[in-house]
Nanobody, 123 residues
Framework: QLQLVESGGGLVQPGGSLRLSCAAT????????IGWFRQAPGKEREGVSC???????NYADSVKGRFTISRDNAKNTVYLQMNSLKPEDTAVYYC?????????????????WGKGTLVTVSS
């Protein structure tokens, strides 16, 4: 069964850090571009970060300098390190995998999606 599973979400104070993980079962992530997306209550889903097969990275302007995406192919896992968290980062975070050639992980191109992990930034 092909599956993506996110973990690492939780409650954190403003200025704190979390590391999200996206683990794959049934397929190897190194054959895919992996994107992180988020959806806050009452808002549309937005792209947060993307890492290509060759580990090229891009980030939404709202998280540049605070979030870092990385991949560990040996563990078949992609990470999102989130530092200096703000209340506006509160959302359900999803990872997704793209087997095609689209640049920057547009959501329409993603083949597989995880079920999400909730991040709440609050004092």
């Amino acid at each position: 069964q092909l599956q993506l599973v996110e973990s690492g979400g939780g409650l954190v104070q403003p200025g704190g850090s979390l590391r999200l993980s996206c683990a794959a079962t049934g397929f190897t992530l190194d054959a895919y571009a992996i994107g992180w997306f988020r959806q806050a209550p009452g808002k549309e889903r937005e792209g947060v970060s993307c890492i290509s097969r060759s580990s090229l990275r891009n980030y939404a302007d709202s998280v540049k300098g605070r979030f870092t995406i990385s991949r560990d192919n040996a563990k078949n896992t992609v990470y999102l390190q989130m530092n200096s968290l703000k209340p506006e980062d509160t959302a359900v975070y999803y990872c997704a995998a793209d087997s095609g050639l689209a640049r920057g992980c547009p959501s329409y191109a993603m083949d597989y999606w995880g079920k999400g992990t909730l991040v709440t930034v609050s004092s």
